[in-house]
């Protein structure tokens, strides 16, 4: 079953601009990760935060939680043509499976 | 490292034939394996979890019949969709876990390219 929300379902911008997508989720989580997949391909592990941790960078990405609110957000920032792709949060909850949860997907579009 | 792969990549079968597809790490053991279906513009939705020399265990709504998984070593599992239809038609993505000791608790799961079904 799918728990996470993406929101925008879509996102058009330039090159250059940044690019914020949000997810929200239902139950407690052990953490939260990003993916980005490319058309018709497999997904690119982005970054992982713990339930533990607010805020992780690496290079151009930015992730934030909110357990509080059980929501994340990812921003891209100084985009490029090439960061074109659906991305999708997933959750890990705590009943130790190690189950992936996806949320719905945000596609996104850089503009050259 | 962390590299999975699988295969084939794509298949085209006839209705009623039945289709395994191969999922390999192929540099690190993983006792547990995830198998996801995928739909045109949707997200991944996870049909079964693979641990080695277990059964799988399935989501609900997964016909364990129909989708047959085998994960008999460290390195491989695979998924047989038997009795192919049309409906069955999909994008299947596989991924392992690099366990840190604890079965099933892998933070990170590597994903493979995904196999593209098409039942004619």
């Known amino acids: 079953s799918q728990q996470g929300e993406e929101d925008p379902q879509a996102l058009s911008i330039q090159e250059g601009e940044n690019a914020t997508m949000n997810c929200s989720y239902k139950t407690s989580i052990n953490n939260l990760q990003w993916y980005r997949q490319n058309s018709g391909r497999g997904l690119v592990h982005l970054i992982l935060i713990r339930s533990n941790e607010r805020e992780k960078h690496s290079g151009r990405l930015r992730v934030t939680l909110d357990t509080s609110k059980k929501s994340s957000s990812l921003l891209i920032t100084a985009s490029r043509a090439a960061d074109t792709a659906s991305y999708f949060c997933?959750?890990?909850?705590?009943?130790?499976?190690?189950?992936?949860?996806f949320g719905q997907g945000t596609t996104l579009q850089v503009k050259p | 490292g962390a590299v999975v792969s699988q295969h084939p990549s794509r298949v085209i079968c006839k209705s009623g034939t039945s289709v395994k597809i191969e999922c390999r790490s192929l540099?690190?053991?993983?006792?547990?394996m995830f198998w996801y279906r995928q739909f045109p513009k949707q997200s991944l939705m996870l049909m079964a979890t693979s641990n080695e020399g277990s059964k799988a265990t399935y989501e609900q709504g997964v016909e364990k019949d129909k989708f047959l998984i085998n994960h008999a070593s460290l390195t491989l599992s695979t998924l047989t969709v038997t009795s192919a239809h049309p409906e069955d038609s999909s994008f299947y993505i596989c991924?392992?876990?690099?366990?840190?000791?604890?079965?099933?608790?892998?933070?990170?799961?590597?994903f493979g390219p995904g196999t593209r079904l098409t039942v004619l």
């Open positions: 997933a959750t890990v909850g705590t009943s130790n499976t190690g189950k992936l949860i």
């Open positions: 540099d690190f053991q993983a006792t547990t």
């Open positions: 991924s392992a876990s690099r366990l840190a000791g604890v079965r099933g608790h892998g933070d990170t799961q590597y």
